[in-house]
């Protein structure tokens, strides 16, 4: 070694090849070295110091291709393909559109929306989530639209209104053509007894279900806890809801909507990890109480961080899918799987939040 030049490009280069994927290093050549990094990283996987298989699994997920507050992936149908694909292995059986449309923004050439001003869209997304549903013997719950107005005003009659019309319009395009096409989502989030919202729900689920003949419906409100922040800037709050006033005021909406609505999937961020089982406990003695599926939509995102939204960290997907189980929850969705836990996300940590959902499951 003739100078420091010498050794630090000596350092530098050892440095990248440790650097540089196993998986790269074995379709190169398949070197010792290669087989013993590929060795050494198989070696370390799943040494978990907690049970294994000890949660709910996550057997559906949102997609949200009309989104406000995460980043668009730009994917075309073989991205999404490639996707189903890595739901399928996992486990999911069910795929939610999470709206059909967001203000002026669709997903799907409505003939009612682009007359009232919407934006045609390049790509006829339902039809290919209905289609790729269909080869992956999964089902498509189609999410109805949000008109944005509720938003703005808090009053729910423009989404009732629009949605009369939607219903009609894409059962009439789809829901006769796709086997896949399973039931509704009713789109509309809420987290308390808001004005209008029992008779909006049922009005909305009644129609959904009588034009499909009896499909299921679902809704996935939010728990109005400490971190039910809405864009303040802070983490989490002082005047979150207790269990008592969330128990009084859900059982006044179940009472209302048990009739039209067949699931609800609390999402879960909204409440901190130590009030999970204390909330838990009574959506799904409210949910058994009318007869209601027990879901958790078990978002995939971090709300615990100042930066919006990030995958979340592994442990805390895992205590809440265990709190699920605890509770004896019927089925565990996500919100959702292709930005935060797909491997071909935008996100890298995606894919890692992916791996390690496998290790905890088994999932070979």
Request: glycine content about 8%; charged content about 25%.
């Amino acid at each position: 070694m003739n100078s420091r030049r010498d050794f630090i490009k000596k350092v530098t280069l050892t440095g990248a090849s440790v650097l540089v994927a196993p998986s790269i290093l074995k379709a190169a050549g398949g070197s010792d070295s290669a087989s013993s990094l590929l060795e050494l990283e198989n070696g370390h996987q799943g040494n978990l110091i907690i049970p294994k298989n000890n949660g709910l699994m996550i057997s559906g997920t949102f997609l949200d291709e009309i989104s406000h507050d995460i980043p668009h992936q730009n994917w075309g149908e073989k991205e999404w393909e490639n996707d189903f694909q890595y739901m399928k292995s996992i486990g999911i059986d069910t795929v939610i559109m999470i709206r059909s449309g967001y203000r002026k923004f669709i997903t799907y050439p409505s003939k009612f929306l682009l007359k009232k001003g919407c934006y045609m869209p390049s790509v006829d997304l339902v039809d290919m989530y209905l289609r790729l549903a269909e080869k992956y013997n999964m089902k498509f719950y189609f999410g109805l639209y949000d008109t944005g107005h509720y938003w703005d005003t808090g009053d729910m009659s423009w989404e009732v209104e629009y949605n009369k019309y939607i219903i009609d319009e894409v059962w009439k395009m789809y829901g006769e053509k796709y086997k896949s096409f399973g039931g509704w989502y009713i789109s509309t989030e809420i987290s308390r007894n808001t004005k209008g919202a029992i008779d909006s729900f049922y009005a909305m689920g009644k129609q959904c279900k009588d034009v499909s003949g009896g499909l299921p419906t679902f809704i996935s409100p939010w728990i109005d806890g400490k971190k039910a922040i809405m864009g303040t800037g802070k983490l989490t709050r002082e005047d979150a809801i207790s269990v008592e006033e969330h128990e009084r005021e859900w059982n006044e909406i179940f009472d209302g909507i048990h009739e039209v609505v067949n699931a609800c999937a609390f999402q879960d961020g909204h409440i901190d990890y130590d009030e999970l089982d204390a909330f838990f406990t009574v959506n799904k003695k409210l949910a058994d109480k009318y007869g209601m599926q027990c879901w958790t939509n078990a978002e995939s995102f971090d709300r615990d961080m100042p930066i919006h939204f990030f995958p979340i960290k592994f442990d805390k997907l895992r205590m809440k899918l265990e709190a699920a189980k605890r509770a004896g929850y019927d089925k565990a969705i996500t919100f959702e799987f292709s930005h935060f836990m797909s491997p071909q996300s935008a996100y890298l940590q995606a894919g890692h939040l992916y791996d390690r959902y496998r290790e905890y499951f088994n999932i070979k």
